[in-house]
């Protein structure tokens, strides 16, 4: 059984960055999708970003391109997400996901096996 545990969440003002990181564990076989997806009360869950562990695939949702950047570090199995110029509507719980195969599809939430219980992000303006 997977297990997925975030950190890096917290408060910040209008322009500022945060680092998000998830740790995989207990992965056999190995895990070979990560990504970030994020819920605001009263809006529908946003695959906000994704990314192959053994390529350089990675995948954006328009919202955050240019200001949030996914990485990886294969032998920490963990993932991060670097959020820069955060604005007000970024505000969230930020929740890790990661699934053995190669998604098609790393911002359509059911193409993900393995969610982690979420960070919160707040942005105040």
């Known amino acids: 059984q997977v297990q997925l545990v975030e950190s890096g969440g917290g408060s910040v003002q209008a322009g500022g960055s945060l680092r998000l990181s998830c740790a995989a564990s207990?992965?056999?076989?190995?895990?070979?999708?990560m990504g970030w997806f994020r819920q605001a009360p009263g809006k529908e869950r946003e695959g906000v970003a994704g990314?192959?562990?053994?390529?350089?695939?990675?995948i954006y949702a328009d919202s955050v391109k240019g200001r949030f950047t996914i990485s990886r570090d294969n032998a920490k199995n963990t993932v991060y997400l670097q959020m820069n110029s955060l604005k007000p509507e970024d505000t969230a719980m930020y929740v890790c996901v990661a699934d053995q195969k190669r998604v098609l599809d790393a911002l359509d939430p059911r193409s993900f096996g393995y969610w982690g219980q979420g960070t919160q992000v707040t942005v105040s303006s």
């Open positions: 207990g992965a056999n076989p190995s895990i070979n999708s």
């Open positions: 990314a192959y562990t053994s390529s350089g695939y990675k």
